[in-house]
């Protein structure tokens, strides 16, 4: 059901000329499907506080509600008569709508309230549909959709997540907002997250890493204490794009947290020196954007100074972890060996602050659209690193958008990490063999059968005349017998 009904919405937006490509697709649905969760979300509380003899007072009201305005419904059937549509529709929806959603922001009693994350989502997010018809399609679709159960969410998350894979393979933009989910579960699971503790990414994104280490520790038979824990005082983010905002959310809202403590901000603006233990947490799981530059005055908040986004994102992830804390992170494979000072001077002090204890060697094709190859560093907050365990990955076959990176291929790797088992596509590097003047890491597998040893230039010369010999003795022979 909920897949033909996506794939209807596609057909309908595909006709839409204010809607351009698979990154217009997504945040556009994202914003109406969002409103339909909201509506559901008060149908069931309205029921729990009638239930419980309490009066109960709506997130939105009045003529912005979903069945007001979106599908106004006369004895349980859609009545076209009092529905808004064509330019009355855009017009309501653009002037009247989306700024009362907006006001949600300066009213919300707190950034972790549902009603902050609604101001949030509409402050920056614009209404693309130009066409009243198309939306009034859109929105009779979208409220056929339920959001009650915990299977119902778990197909549309799936089919989001599709949508945010396929925005991913669109091109470079979209892959900004896109992290493998294999390569994401491997390394929530080399990570072990337990309830209790706290996660953060602060490069959320479209919050794959949130959403499956939120699957990761979500049971049936949780308790009910375990269950408000995972919902409200575990996962922790922070987003600085208005489009990634909206899709991080959305997408944890479909995985079934309610209201996710994801804030629309830029982590870098904060300085690491003023993070404090109440600002720290157990887990960093990440892919920060690589390749960026940041401006000088986000450079001074960091005690090495350097352009390079991801560099200033993985200063800032130690400092967000608790004594003790482990994280998982992306980064490129060149931070193991370039040679500039704030390279050199960020790989000692992540040796000397952490426990690196593994290297994750990242296959080309793993992120679509990145002409760079990855590592995932694995490491423990608080003493210095003694010994790494380096796997390369290989799956044995090139990578692409119809041969993508799968859960099979990573399950070596999942499985000899455990104990840092050595074999081929493993080895340990000892940090008293480093070279203490570039603390270099460089991938280099000591099990690698060796290559054949190339032949000298007179060698070859020597092998074609041979041949050339060879085949003038036959062509010789040949016109004997004419």
């Known amino acids: 059901m909920y897949e033909n009904a996506f794939n209807s919405i596609e057909r309908d937006l595909r006709a839409e000329e204010g809607i351009a490509n698979e990154l217009d697709y997504v945040e556009q649905t994202s914003w109406v ?64 709508l989306f700024p009362y959603l907006a006001s949600f922001r300066q009213s919300a009693t707190g950034p972790r309230t549902i009603e902050y994350k609604i101001g949030e989502v509409f402050t920056e997010l614009r209404n693309k549909f130009r066409s ?39 091109g470079r933009n979209g892959g900004e907002y896109y992290t493998p989910r294999p390569l994401i579960r ?10 209790g503790e706290t996660i953060y990414d602060g490069a959320v994104g479209s919050a794959g890493f949130l959403c499956e280490a939120y699957d990761y520790l979500r049971r049936d038979n949780l308790s009910a204490s375990d269950y408000e824990t995972l919902q409200t005082r575990t996962f922790f983010g922070q987003e600085k794009k208005t489009l990634a905002y909206i899709i991080g959310v959305m997408n944890m809202v479909l995985h079934g ?3 996710p403590n994801i804030i629309h901000t830029n982590s870098l603006n904060e300085n690491v020196m003023d993070i404090q233990q109440k600002d720290r947490h157990d887990i960093v799981l990440a892919n920060p954007p690589f390749g ?13 100074r350097t352009g390079e986004t991801a560099y200033l ?12 804390g482990r994280a998982a992170v992306v980064i490129k494979n060149t931070f193991l060996t370039n040679t500039d000072n704030a390279s050199i001077a960020l790989r000692k002090d992540l040796l000397e602050g952490c426990t690196l204890h593994t290297i994750l060697d990242c296959p080309h094709g793993t992120f679509q659209g990145a002409g ?7 490491f423990e907050k608080g003493a210095p690193t003694r010994n790494i365990w380096v796997y390369q990955l290989d799956p044995g076959r090139s990578m692409g958008k119809t041969n993508p990176l799968n859960d099979t291929d990573l399950a070596e790797f999942v499985e000899l990490q455990k104990a840092f088992t050595e074999g081929p596509k493993s080895w340990r590097i000892s940090r008293a063999n480093l070279d203490t003047t570039t603390f270099d890491l460089s991938i280099k ?24 010999a060879d085949t003038a003795d036959i062509l010789e022979n040949i016109r004997g017998m004419l």
């Open 33 to 96: 499907l969002f409103l339909k969760y909201l509506d559901d979300l008060e149908n069931e509380r309205r029921d729990r506080a009638e239930l419980d003899g309490r009066d109960y007072r709506p997130i939105i009201d009045g003529e912005h509600r979903w069945d007001r305005w979106a599908a106004p419904k006369v004895g349980g059937k859609f009545d076209h008569n009092s529905a808004r549509t064509g330019d009355d529709l855009v017009q309501f929806v653009n002037q009247e």
């Open 132 to 170: 009243g018809y198309i939306l009034r399609d859109v929105l009779e679709i979208v409220d056929a959709l339920r959001f009650n159960t915990q299977a119902e969410r778990h197909e549309l998350s799936q089919l989001y997540e599709t949508r945010i894979r396929r925005m991913g393979n669109a």
């Open 186 to 195: 491997a390394m929530v699971k080399v990570i072990n997250p337990q309830i």
């Open 257 to 259: 947290i309610d209201a």
């Open 292 to 304: 960026g530059s940041e401006r000088r005055e986000v450079q001074q908040n960091f005690p090495i």
């Open 313 to 324: 994102f993985l200063q800032h992830f130690i400092r967000k972890l608790r004594a003790g």
């Open 372 to 378: 760079v190859k990855t590592v995932v560093l694995f």
């Open 445 to 468: 597998n000591p099990n690698a059968p060796e290559a054949t040893a190339l032949r000298s230039p007179e060698d070859i010369i020597a092998g074609m005349l041979a041949r050339d």
